[in-house]
């Protein structure tokens, strides 16, 4: 039986991430909302509200021993929505038009927020962002997506182990040649079992494990 957990649907926050964190007893807990004022990216970057928008985070505690990759695991669960989400190692979101979205992942002690934050429609995106949607979804979808994803997070971390197999199968990373910080290039070519992701750059294999990737487009 999967573990239950508390569910709070709000119209604007400053961060779900905080929200759901301050509202953690004994059960994790889920925290929906349409907007942010104060959202965060990975590294402290700043977040943009899109037209219609879905942010979204899930706070637990986590067991002395849990060494998995959340985030890859966050990123299977938001595929399993049915939403037409694609992942981009290590934790951006995906779509035909490009970045829709990304997963932060947070940590201290115990604690473990996942937060997604999601453009669902947007009318005029920046440069480099897109929304998932090609026409408005309404006011309400953003709750439907939340709480899907909540369901799917909470089950696969229910589980031991990650499902592995199907991130590499939803991973549009692997087969690119790619850059990575600092000025480094090679071609991904696998998913590690602790979830680097495995490059392979002239003779030589490596693992990358943080640090910003970026596909890199043949030329015409």
Known sequence: MATPYFQLREESVASTQDVARQALEDLPVLAIAPAQTEGRGRGGAAWITADRALAVSFAFRADRGETRPISLIA?????????????????DLM??????????????????????GLNLWWREPPQGMA????????????????ALWGAELAALLDHRGWPREEYIGLCSTLGEDITWEPEESGKAVDVDPDGALVVESGAERRKIRSGAVSHVRPKS
């Open 131 to 146: 929304g998932l949607l090609a026409e408005d979804p309404g006011p309400e979808r953003h709750r439907e997506l939340g």
């Open 75 to 91: 990123g299977v669960a938001a595929a399993r929505t049915g939403a037409g989400i694609g992942l981009k190692w290590p934790n």
């Open 95 to 116: 779509a035909s038009e490009g970045k829709v979205g990304g997963i932060l992942v947070e940590r201290s002690g115990e604690v473990v927020v996942v937060g997604l």
